[in-house]
């Protein structure tokens, strides 16, 4: 596959295949119809205009199609973005698969289900390891494959498995540093703190908001099956309205979509590690992106901030 669309600069032309990730439409200001396209590739995605949309357009370029485009990157306000040449689906006879276009994370399936399970394992609270193996068991396919996010972090196949397996290093770490913290309720709320995504996104491949995540949001949705999971396998006591808390107060402030802020220590831990492993997500993968000495694109899930990259070695 040629370059990724993450490393072509401002002014070159771009001639490849890419998958739509999502297309919307808008009416222009002389009134004339326009797609705005999100485009995807393993390396990134881009935002392209299409003017003068017509109904063809709209029925041929839609998500998870995948297309043949040439066009040169510009930039607007601060972004890169693809103004269009020629675009038209791709074609069977191209030999071109929308899997080769979206991006996986960079370890597989069978070792970070080796890893929830040894954390399992290790948990000696029968209440919190049998609600964990629950959840585990029952989504245990989507959990594999399924993103963490939209956009921002994470937001690539396996995603949400690789966001909690790295929360869970981090917090083994922090155990070590800090003997006292209550590790199988910080495991147990790192595992079922995003789990509602499963039902919030719309799938794996080209993600979306479903009803349900536009009007109930993961948050309250998890917290709900905690207590119907709690109930069905009877168990009762303070360990299910902790863990219910662990998930409702993850995000840390109302602003951020806590519903609450949290109010236990574990709970504290599990919004600090979620925070430290989505930014640093979004940096590594934004610095891998261009060269010592040159800034990042403005990232705007880190306060519109560009990231430098400094020229001096380790």
Wanted: aromatic share 8%; no cysteine.
């Amino acid at each position: 596959m040629k370059k990724g669309i993450a490393y072509y600069n401002v002014g070159e032309i771009f001639d490849y295949y890419m998958l739509v990730k999502s297309a919307t439409k808008g009416v222009a200001s002389n009134g004339k119809p326009f797609l705005t396209l999100i485009l995807k590739d393993i390396t990134g995605e881009i935002e392209a205009k299409l003017w003068d949309a017509t109904q063809e357009d709209e029925e041929l370029f839609h998500s998870e199609q995948l297309v043949k485009i040439t066009g040169d990157v510009n930039q607007f306000r601060g972004r890169s973005q693809l103004k269009i040449h020629t675009i038209r689906p791709a074609q069977p006879t191209d030999g071109v698969k929308a899997s080769d276009f979206i991006e996986k994370a960079p370890v597989d399936k069978e070792e970070l289900m080796s890893r929830l399970t040894e954390i399992i394992f290790e948990m000696k609270n029968p209440n919190l390891q049998r609600i964990v193996r629950y959840f585990v068991k029952k989504y245990q396919d989507d959990l594999l494959t399924y993103p963490a996010a939209v956009k921002n972090h994470h937001e690539y196949v396996s995603g949400l498995a690789y966001h909690i397996v790295s929360m869970l290093n981090l917090a083994k770490q922090l155990k070590q540093l800090y003997p006292d913290i209550n590790a199988d309720l910080l495991y147990a709320g790192i595992i079922l703190h995003d789990l509602g995504k499963l039902k919030e996104l719309s799938g794996v491949a080209t993600p979306s908001y479903t009803l349900e995540g536009k009007l109930i949001g993961h948050i309250p949705m998890m917290v709900e099956e905690v207590g119907q999971a709690a109930r069905e396998l009877q168990i009762e006591g303070e360990e299910v309205t902790i863990l219910q808390h662990m998930v409702l107060s993850h995000h840390g402030k109302a602003e951020w979509g806590s519903p609450k802020a949290p109010l236990v220590r574990e709970a504290e831990l599990l919004h600090l590690i979620d925070l430290i492993d989505a930014k640093m997500n979004m940096l590594n993968r934004s610095l891998e992106k261009v060269k010592p000495g040159e800034f990042t694109e403005r990232l705007f899930a880190m306060e519109n901030r560009a990231f430098y990259k400094p020229v001096f070695d380790e």
